[in-house]
T-cell receptor, first 114, second 110 residues
């Protein structure tokens, strides 16, 4: 079974802190995604990556950056956390762009910024 | 802009009823469409994947159909059970990215 693992289930951080959310997949998938999920807004795409060191902005990249130094790991970085970044963050991976492949999700990280 | 819409936003049915959830999307040039289930406070579990060349997929009591030309997909759940209560999300892939509808929150009452 494909496994997508997010490093933390719950996080509480202070305003202004630099925050790292880590995501690891174990199936050699090319594509990886970061979403945030908020009540009434659904899942919104922050960034995605289709290869090592490659990244593309999604719909709401402001205030975030990403890093993909290794194929299996995709990190979401909040350079200076703010209270409006309190949310559920979900990571996903899929095999390859251009192919009709299934996406798999991690368990989510609920981040609270105080 | 490519968008995904799901209706209804919430649905409550008695146990045993058959039901249909709807998903529509704005651009028919999709790679695939995937239905997910999400339980409260949890991640997403994949239910069915329909490739762009397919018209439907079935898994147990679930059947998903795809009509690319009209930009629609339906998820049919037969003989619903209380354990089916969850939020159901439709996700559409265009090119490299994947976008979601807001979901349908389903409650199946015993």
């Amino acid at each position: 079974d494909v496994k997508v693992t997010q490093s933390s289930r719950y996080l509480v951080k202070r305003t202004g802190e630099k925050v790292f959310l880590e995501c690891v997949q174990d199936m050699d998938h090319e594509n990886m995604f970061w979403y945030r999920q908020d009540p009434g807004l659904g899942l919104r795409l922050i960034y995605f990556s289709y290869d090592v060191k490659m990244k593309e902005k999604g719909d709401i990249p402001e205030g975030y950056s990403v890093s993909r130094e290794k194929k299996e790991r995709f990190s979401l970085i909040l350079e200076s956390a703010s209270t409006n970044q309190t949310s559920m963050y979900l990571c996903a991976s899929s095999l390859d762009r251009g192919l009709n492949t299934e996406a798999f999700f991690g368990q989510g990280t609920r981040l609270t910024v105080v | 802009k490519q968008e995904v819409t799901q209706i209804p936003a919430a649905l409550s049915v008695p146990e045993g009823e058959n039901l249909v959830l709807n998903c529509s999307f704005t651009d028919s040039a999709i790679y695939n469409l995937q239905w997910f289930r999400q339980d409260p406070g949890k991640g997403l579990t994949s239910l069915l994947l329909i490739q762009s060349s397919q018209r439907e997929q079935t898994s147990g009591r679930l059947n998903a159909s795809l009509d690319k030309s009209s930009g629609r997909s339906t998820l049919y759940i037969a003989a619903s059970q209380p354990g089916d209560s969850a939020t159901y999300l439709c996700a559409v892939s265009w090119n490299n990215d994947m976008r979601f509808g807001a979901g349908t929150r389903l409650t199946v009452k015993p």
